[in-house]
Nanobody, 126 residues
Framework: QVQLVESGGGLVQAGGSLRLSCAAS???????????VGWFRQAAGKEREFVAA????????RYADSVKGRFTISRDNAKNTVYLQMNRLKPEDTAVYYC????????????????WGQGTLVTVSS
């Protein structure tokens, strides 16, 4: 059974930083570097939205306008892990953050991906 497991969420004050991790394991997840990985978030009462994504090789990255210049996505294929470094956090960044993996595209849309994690909660206090 393939699993994506997010970690690193928590409570932080506005202006602070967090680093989220998305670790892949198990099943027939044969080659992590074949999978683009995206981060999405869903705030209470709102629809899930795209945050950032990275290609399998790490060469291509994409960001939502709302996080450009503050968030950085990266990956370590040797560890089957994708990271989301979040700096200068704002209260409006509060949400459950999910990662998703897709071997066909760099995941910038909110559906159609092969694997999803269970989510990690990020709360930014003002």
């Amino acid at each position: 059974q393939v699993q994506l497991v997010e970690s690193g969420g928590g409570l932080v004050q506005a202006g602070g930083s967090l680093r989220l991790s998305c670790a892949a394991s198990g099943g027939t997840f044969s080659s992590f570097n074949n999978y683009g990985v995206g981060w999405f978030r869903q705030a209470a009462g709102k629809e899930r939205e795209f945050v950032a994504a990275i290609s399998g090789s790490g060469v291509i990255t994409r960001y939502a306008d709302s996080v450009k210049g503050r968030f950085t996505i990266s990956r370590d294929n040797a560890k089957n892990t994708v990271y989301l470094q979040m700096n200068r956090l704002k209260p409006e960044d509060t949400a459950v953050y999910y990662c998703a993996a897709n071997p066909r595209v760099v995941p910038t849309q909110g559906d159609g991906h092969d694997y999803w994690g269970q989510g990690t909660l990020v709360t930014v206090s003002s």
